[in-house]
């Protein structure tokens, strides 16, 4: 016998479960569907953001700094560290507690908002009458099935392997082999220079690895406005990042210690080169594999996705899909905003999603965060504009940290000053870009921001300074 809920939600990572705790704070009975298992076979909810992906890339970028720092920076502090060594078994650990926490406390969530946990991989079965059936098929267990009167496929992404070199998670990594070496190589070859790979490869770095990044396109950082892309290549070429571009991979040849990469290089000059591991970082495909959309008739596109709307509505009535699987950019709390948002359109609630005002963040070191335009894509366009820049170097609290490197760029409308993009490079900028996000959001002109108080001595000086520039009248630089 099928249990009836109002909105059933299949996938439990933060597009899914934020969409099932949003539907159960509006009193709707809700149910939500996910695989993941942590290795005492019980569920793991978060997703990839949680268990493999966001929140332990964190924790490790995290201690492999404080490690960095220990070995290299504290001295000019006065701080001597004698008999440093790293534990990377208990800096794993550590890892994996602050994901089981965070799985936990999705867990407490789900049973504050009433939300019923189904663990295992949902499925279509088809219409019926009262919404659509799906089942619950979980190995060693008997399958279940729910019917829900609405349905929001949250199911995400998959990581892309390269053509004839499958993941092993031994030597050919993912991001879930990356993050759990446990031995840090002496040689390491990450493929594709985006935020997995420069936050992996940032990781390892620091924990003693020799780095290679080999990135296709041309351009670093090509999504990234090009002057804070130099700054962060110029820091990142200091630390010992070597970042080769306009690359080729030919063939990825697997052997029983290491892994050997032929390439072309950007001269179309053939490479060969052997490391210990390679980390593989191209991008992610929509994990629709086994949902069983025929089934129902869910209409996917030509890569996977599936097909939704401005609003998140599929071809479907009473589907939805938000996240990693559907159009636009696979950022976590991209998902979490469809996800609250389609639970409110559910119950006729009117909410938005302004993909334009959605940031983006690299927590790298130096950290690097944008929202809105580039001033390239605003060259392209034609639309006139004004920009002001402000360097840490010039900022008091930067100075005190012993952390200057790079700046904070705003762009404003030429005619109106209205901010059309902010982009930054420095210290502690994935929380400096929020104030960025909430002008963007009330159509700030870069004058407000440069005539807010901000608190001194402060990061966010750094943004006022930059809010001035545009006008030609910082008051530090």
Same mark, same amino acid.
């Given at each position: ?18 969409a099932a705790i949003r539907a159960g704070q509006l009193g709707l009975s809700v149910a939500c569907i996910d695989a993941w298992q942590n290795a005492k076979g019980g ?61 936990? #406390? ?8 009433? /939300? &019923?946990?189904?663990?295992? $991989?949902?499925? @279509?079965? =088809?219409? *019926? ?12 267990a008997a399958d279940e099935t729910v019917v829900g009167k609405h349905v929001v496929v949250a199911t995400g992404s998959n990581p892309r392997a390269l053509p004839n ?35 992996? #490869? ?8 020799? /780095? &290679?990044?080999?990135?296709? $396109?041309?351009? @670093?950082? =090509?999504? *990234? ?71 129902? #008739? ?8 599936? /097909? ?170």
């Open positions: 016998m099928s249990k009836n809920f109002d909105v059933v939600v299949i996938g439990g990572g933060p597009g899914g479960y934020i569920s793991a909810l978060g997703g990839t953001c949680t268990n493999v992906g966001c929140i332990p890339s964190k924790a490790l970028l995290q201690s492999s700094e404080h490690f960095e720092m220990a070995g290299h920076g504290f001295a000019e502090h006065g701080i001597g560290v004698e008999g440093l060594k790293l534990d990377l078994a208990t800096m794993l650990k550590r890892k994996d507690k602050v994901v089981q926490q965070n799985n936990d #406390g999705i867990t407490y969530l789900f049973k504050k908002n009433k /939300v &019923t946990s189904f663990l295992g $991989l949902g499925s @279509f079965v =088809g219409k *019926v009458d009262g919404g659509y059936e799906i089942k619950v098929s979980r190995s060693g070199a499958p993941f092993d998670e031994k030597r050919v990594l993912s991001n879930t082999g990356a993050l759990a070496i446990g031995d840090v190589p002496k040689t390491l070859c990450l493929i594709g220079a985006g935020v997995i790979g420069l936050e992996m #490869g940032s990781v390892w770095r620091r924990l003693g690895a020799e /780095v &290679t990044v080999l990135e296709a $396109l041309p351009a @670093f950082l =090509g999504a *990234v406005d090009e002057q804070v892309a130099k700054e962060a290549r110029k820091a990142f070429d200091k630390q010992g990042l070597a970042i080769t571009l306009g690359v080729k991979i030919t063939k990825v040849a697997t052997g029983d210690a290491d892994v050997t990469v032929e390439y072309d290089d950007a001269e179309g000059k053939p490479q060969k080169r052997t490391f210990e591991r390679l980390i593989v970082s191209i991008g992610r495909v929509p994990n629709t594999d086994g949902l069983a959309a025929d089934a129902v #008739g869910l209409a996917l596109d030509e890569r996977g996705f599936v /097909v939704v709307d401005g609003d998140c509505r599929t071809n479907l009535e009473n589907v939805w899909g938000i996240g990693d699987v559907v159009r636009g950019p696979m950022l976590a709390h991209k998902a979490e905003e469809e996800g609250s948002a389609v639970a409110e359109r559910i119950v006729g609630q009117k909410p938005h999603v302004d993909f334009n005002t959605v940031p983006w963040v690299i927590y790298t070191h130096p950290e690097i965060a944008w929202v809105g335009q580039t001033e390239q894509a605003l060259k392209t366009s034609g639309r006139a504009y004004k920009a002001g820049t402000f360097p840490f170097l010039a900022n008091g609290r930067a100075r005190a940290l012993g952390d200057t490197t790079g700046l904070v760029k705003v762009i404003a409308d030429a005619t109106t000053d209205e901010i059309l993009g902010v982009h930054m490079v420095g210290p502690g900028v994935s929380e400096l870009i929020a104030e960025a996000v909430v002008a963007m959001e009330f159509k700030a002109s870069s004058e407000d921001i440069g005539r807010i108080c901000h608190a001194h001595p402060s990061l966010s000086e750094a943004t006022k300074e930059a809010a001035l520039a545009v006008e030609k009248r910082a008051l530090n630089f």
